[in-house]
Structures are given as C-alpha cells and as structure tokens.
C-alpha cells in the first residue's frame, strides 16, 4: 500500500512524486487507467485522478466509485465540464461527444492541476485529450506530461505515422495504404476507417492528437515486448517517427484489485442472466468447454445479427457464456433476452449456455479453466486479458482500431482472425457454428496460447520487460516540491 507520508520517510527523503491522471470516457479507456494506477498503489507516488461526472456508461461511474472505495488515499478532482451542445452532431458516438467536451473543456484543467496539493509532478492523460492537455502540462504548468495509450503499440506507430502519411499523400483523410516504417504496411482497410472522412469529429481529433503525441515525454503501452516486438524496437528507433518519445510497453496490465461494480457483483448479476451467476455456472463446466462471446462496451448487435450468433453457438455444440449488449450506452439497454433471441433459445440451451446482459468480471470468466475460447470483437484491453490468461480467441473486429489489433492477434499466432466477417453484411449462423468449432478442436492456436501467456507472466514479473520499463518511468519522475 502507500506509504503514510511524512514518518516513513525519513526526514529528508524528498517527497514522492505527485502523478496526475486525465483520463477519457469509455471503459475501454478507462480500465487500463485503473489499472495502472493500482499498479502504482505499490509504489512510492502520490496519486490524483481527474473525474468528469457524470460519466456516459453506468459502468464508468460504478469503476470510478470502486477505485476511490478501494483507495482512499487517492485523491479526486473534479473537472466541472463547461456546456456543449451536443445537438449540433446528430448521431454521433456517445463517448466520441464526451472526448470532445473533455477537449473544449480543457483550459479549465491548468487551474485544477495548479492548486492541486501537493504539487504536482506530472500528468498523464489518454490519446483522445493529448492535443489539449499536452501543451496545458507543459507550457502552462512548465510539469512533465505522458500519455497511457489504450490500444496496442501497433495502433500507437498509426497514431504517430499518421500526420507524416497525410503530409506525404497532401491529403487530409485516409486515401490508400499506410505503409508504416520498420512496422508494417497496412491495407486501407485496416485503419478505423472513419478516417477516410476528413470532416469526422474523430478524424479531427486523431490528427490533431497524432501531431502532438510526440511532444509528450513518454508513451506507456499496455503491451509487452513479445507480442509486439517490431513495432515497439521501431517506435523506439525513431524509425517511425524520427525523435519519437521513449515508449514503455508496461503490459499486460491487470486488476490488481477486485471491482465490485454495482452493475456487476457477482450476487447481482443472479437472476438478470439466464441460468445463474456466470462464475458459479462456468464451475460446473468440464475444463476448456466453454466459449466465452463478448463484443466490449462500445458495440451493440444488431438482432438479426444475435440469432445468427444464437444460431451458430447452439449449432457448435460447445458450451458457451454470452455477454450480450444491443445498445452503446448500458443504461439504454432495456431489452428483454426472451425477446432478443427468440421464444425457445434458452430453453433449448438450458445448462449448456448462458447467456447475460449484465456486467461480467471479464477477467476472471477468462481466468477460469473451463473457458477454452473467446469469440471476441478484438479490442485491445480484452486481447491483452485473453494473452495474458492463455485463452485461444477467435477474432471479428467491428470497427475503429479493432482490425490493426486483429492483425497483432493472427500474427501471434493465439487467435484465427475473420477477415471477412463484418458487421455491415450478415455472418450466418452455420459459418459462426464451424469456426467456432474448428478453433476450439484446433491444438496449435492453444499451444501458442499458452506461450503467449507465458512470456506475458515473464514480462511483469520481478527482471521482465515490462517490470524494467515501469521501473524506468517511474525513476525518471520528480518528486513534488
Ligand atoms: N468488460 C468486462 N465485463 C463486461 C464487458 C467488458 O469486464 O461485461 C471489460 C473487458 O474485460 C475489457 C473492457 O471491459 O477490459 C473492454 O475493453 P476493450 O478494449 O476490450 O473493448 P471496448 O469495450 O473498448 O470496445
Ligand atoms: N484514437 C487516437 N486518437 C484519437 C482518438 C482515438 O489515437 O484522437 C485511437 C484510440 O486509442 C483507439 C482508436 O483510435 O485505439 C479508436 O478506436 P474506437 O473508435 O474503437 O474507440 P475506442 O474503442 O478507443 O473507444
């Protein structure tokens, strides 16, 4: 735990440094943040987070709640966000409007990070608020600033490679492949391809971002050396981008604290799924019979596109637990399963499937011995846990930076990635049903699993990679004055 200030000290020990977090919305971003900063909790430094509420997703707010509950010494600092009308971008993303807002209410954070006490020493924030809060750190409050990247350094050289690649083109969107020095060339297909929309809030917000990331004073990465090897030695290389900041593969982060979330507490979720409490389900299932099927928190399924899932998985034979969702937003998912998969599913499956609406602990479904693959969207924070965990994944991107991470996921050789499964046209039942099958029955991708999980346990652990670079950063904070 943190030290108790002052007495354990000694009296002329310098203060430990004062880390403050800004981090984004979406759980995809704010997971890998908490994370972090209860790696951190074992280290000598002081911490502060910066809390925009209310947040977007329940999720969010239940996270954020269990982080200050099972940390009371670290501090929150209210970001009031100034009005903005949201009206003026018809459907458009949720959580894409709250990063905005979080930008256009930047100028606020030079003031709040100022009176914090004590002093602080450096920040860290998200890619989505880099082009904003890197020059407040910097050349307003003279302090330190690093960006914690969310995605996988693959994805990280795309952000870097970007502005050089639109220079290059004399372009101002993505109009063919990016062909990213020492790393790879990827197809046009593969970048979110939002993109190629010069006039999208994102693509704004990804170039302005990608511009100045390089100003930071390091990028930490949740990743680790073994699974992203060329792309990490070319980042920090200066191959990608000439001077580019060091970059820390400090992965894969894991909580090292159990979330309690109200919307996910292991007796709640009782009754909201189909058959039970998804961990004492899973208990009663034979070792490595179950597919795990989760898209994240950003995508909702369309219903036809979940009978032809319900299709293929009853199909498959195999055991399976399917955390379904058919809005963005958690709070507006007010369906009803009976009537999303249709009169008869459940009862058909009855003890060999379950299925949940609810938030699950992702972490621990893919610790458990009975989970032998998961049917996976390909965002990076359940890559990372399915890497770290051994559990073979069988890939289907649905958009944003999901297809660049399905390539890291097909050349590690742990997961088969679909590269024709989209969401825009129909999968069918029958073809999900086969894949899922044939990974499961398929010996190699388990083995390379299993070593995946290897070098990833080797590289947070005591003289690992992962466990020197975190070490590197933090010997390179100063301590608050
Ligand atoms: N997650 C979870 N329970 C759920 C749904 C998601 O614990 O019911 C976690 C999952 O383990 C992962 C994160 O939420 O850590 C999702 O992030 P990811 O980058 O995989 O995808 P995104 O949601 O951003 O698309
Ligand atoms: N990203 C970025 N700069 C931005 C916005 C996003 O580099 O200004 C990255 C982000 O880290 C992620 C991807 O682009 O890797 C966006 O993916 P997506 O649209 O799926 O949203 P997310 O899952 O990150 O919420």
Not at 97 to 105: G, I
Not at 120 to 134: F, K, M, P
Not at 339 to 358: N, P, Q, S, Y
Not at 370 to 395: D, I, Q, R
Request: glycine share 8%.
């Amino acid at each position: 735990a943190m030290p108790n200030s002052g007495e354990q000290q000694g009296r002329d020990a310098p203060a430990p440094p004062h880390l403050v977090f800004v981090p984004s919305a979406g759980m995809g971003h704010l997971l890998p943040f908490t994370r972090f900063i209860a790696d951190l909790a074992n280290e000598n430094v002081e911490i502060s987070v910066v809390t925009a509420l209310p947040t977007v997703s329940a999720a969010e707010a239940a996270h954020f709640a269990d982080l200050f509950a099972a940390f009371p010494r670290i501090r929150r600092i209210d970001f009031n966000l100034l009005p903005f009308d949201e009206s003026a971008f018809p459907g458009a993303d949720p959580f894409l409007l709250r990063w905005e807002s979080l930008r256009r209410s930047a100028q606020l954070l030079g003031p709040l990070i100022a009176a914090a006490v004590p002093r602080a020493s450096a920040v860290v924030t998200d890619v989505t608020l880099a082009s904003q809060v890197i020059p407040i750190a910097k050349d307003e409050l003279n302090l330190p600033c690093h960006i914690l990247f969310i995605s996988c350094a693959t994805m990280l050289s795309l952000v870097a490679y970007f502005p050089v690649y639109l220079d290059g083109a004399k372009a101002d969107h993505l109009v063919g492949d990016v062909d990213i020095p020492g790393v790879l060339r990827l197809p046009v297909s593969s970048p979110p391809q939002v993109l190629r929309n010069p006039d999208s809030l994102f693509t704004k917000q990804f170039i302005a971002n990608g511009r100045t990331i390089a100003k930071s004073d390091g990028i930490l990465v949740n990743t680790f050396r073994a699974l992203e090897p060329e792309a990490l030695s070319a980042l920090n290389s200066g191959k990608v981008v000439p001077g580019f900041p060091p970059v820390y593969a400090v992965g894969p982060l894991k909580s090292s604290i159990t979330m309690t979330t109200s919307t996910g507490s292991s007796d709640k979720d009782e009754g909201a799924a189909a058959g039970g409490s998804p961990m004492a389900w899973l208990g009663e299932q034979p070792a490595g019979s179950v597919v795990y099927v989760a898209f994240g928190n950003r995508h909702g399924v369309s219903l036809e596109q979940i009978r032809e899932i319900a299709a293929g998985l009853e199909a498959s034979g195999c055991g399976f637990l399917w955390v379904l969702k058919t809005t963005v937003v958690d709070r507006e998912d007010t369906a009803e399963l009976e009537d999303v998969l249709g009169r008869g599913f459940l009862g058909r499956v009855t003890g060999r499937g379950l299925v949940t609406k609810e938030w699950v602990d992702q972490e621990a479904v893919l610790q458990h011995p009975a989970v032998g693959l998961y049917l996976s969207h390909a965002g990076w924070n359940s890559v990372t846990e399915s890497a770290a965990y051994g559990v073979p994944m069988l890939v289907w991107p649905t958009a944003g930076d999901q297809r660049v991470i399905a390539t890291v996921v097909a050349s590690a050789g742990f997961g088969l990635w679909m590269e024709h499964w989209d969401w825009e046209s129909l999968v069918s039942g029958a073809e999900i049903g086969e894949k899922v099958k044939e990974v499961m029955g398929n010996e190699g991708i388990k083995a390379r699993a299993a070593k995946v999980s290897e070098e990833a346990a080797k590289a947070v652990a005591e003289g690992g990679s992962s466990h020197r670079s975190m070490q590197e950063f933090l010997a390179k904070l100063k301590p608050s004055t």
